[in-house]
């Protein structure tokens, strides 16, 4: 398949490495020059499942540009940008999306796909969540950090052909993939689930595995997921039958030494994606009359982290 990635964080270099690696042609579209040079020269370089301490990189070569319209067609187009640069992200690759070639968000958040589809046909969007974790490095450099299920599906539900080309490819490649017929409530879980991990171990500077050593903590996590539960609730949302605490236990431990995206982002002085998680659930909380106090408050401290630094003088 011809892939294009837009977006080469973390999660964009692990899976465009793993696409790449099973002969895959793959594009990425990123804003940082100085990143598209590194992927164009170097491929992708990745530290792979359990090699932490390894200074061996498996290369995947790949391709890489800051013009959108550069590219004129492929098969898939995978979004996995922060949220808040979603709406600029969609227009830069709205040409390339159409049934025969669907857009795929694998982002990480609540409201991706209402502004995706306020700029493409939204019958050409596949929503989707992934529980691997990665670490961006150096350059084009990616470490493969905890390894898990990624979920795709149509939006409507149902299962159909192009959903089953990409899990083919997403399977050869590594990326155990299952399509869901409720891949809506699958985001919201995940978003539900990773607005306590991610602003939690932002807040707490702790890797995911720490955060689940201490019972407050744990507790704390829960008081979040619970928060966002009756959101979820007020607005009919369907969310899968499993156990969310579970689940958060089961993501922190099976990427026990990744740094969270937030926690990644408020090191390097770069804006989070707080606004698509507790943001969100706290807005639209308030739009549904649902008080999601413990959100408003990580909301907050999280901005001032991001005002603040990552590290200032005392």
């Not at 187009?77 to 070639?101: C, F, P, Q, W």
């Not at 968000?105 to 691997?132: C, D, P, R, S, Y």
Request: aromatic residues 4%.
């Amino acid at each position: 398949m011809k892939i294009v990635i837009v977006g080469a964080g973390a999660i964009g270099r692990l899976f465009g490495g793993m696409l790449g690696r099973s002969n895959n042609e793959v594009i990425f579209l990123d804003n940082n020059p100085e990143v598209v040079r590194a992927v164009s020269e170097k491929g992708i370089q990745f530290l792979k499942l359990g090699e932490i301490k390894s200074d061996i990189y498996l290369t995947v070569e790949a391709k890489a540009t800051t013009e959108g319209h550069s590219i004129d067609s492929c098969d898939l187009t995978i979004l996995s940008v922060k949220g808040y640069t979603t709406a600029a992200a969609v227009r830069n690759i709205a040409h390339l999306v159409r049934d025969e070639s669907p857009l795929l968000t694998i982002q990480t958040g609540l409201g991706n796909i209402e502004t995706m589809a306020e700029i493409v046909n939204k019958e050409n969007i596949l929503g989707g969540v992934t529980f691997h974790g990665a670490t961006s490095l150096h350059e084009s450099r990616v470490w493969h950090a905890g390894s898990g299920k990624t979920l795709i599906g149509e939006l409507q539900g149902g299962r159909t052909e192009r959903l089953q080309r990409i899990k083919e490819a997403f399977d050869a490649s590594g990326i155990q993939t299952e399509i869901s017929g409720n891949v809506v409530g699958h985001i919201w879980a995940k978003g539900l689930v990773y607005s306590a991990i991610n602003a939690l171990t932002a807040i707490l500077r702790l890797r995911n595995g720490q955060l689940v050593e201490k019972m407050e903590s744990i507790a704390l996590a829960k008081r979040l997921i619970d928060e966002g539960k009756l959101v979820a609730l007020a607005y009919a949302v369907q969310l899968p039958q499993e156990d969310l605490y579970d689940k958060l236990l089961e993501v922190c431990r099976n990427t026990a030494e990744n740094l969270s995206p937030m926690l990644q982002d408020i090191l390097n002085g770069k804006p989070t994606e707080i606004e698509t998680l507790s943001g969100m659930i706290y807005s639209m909380g308030k739009r549904k009359s649902v008080l999601t106090p413990l959100h408003q408050a990580i909301t907050d401290m999280i901005r001032l982290l991001e005002k603040w630094g990552s590290a200032r003088d005392l």
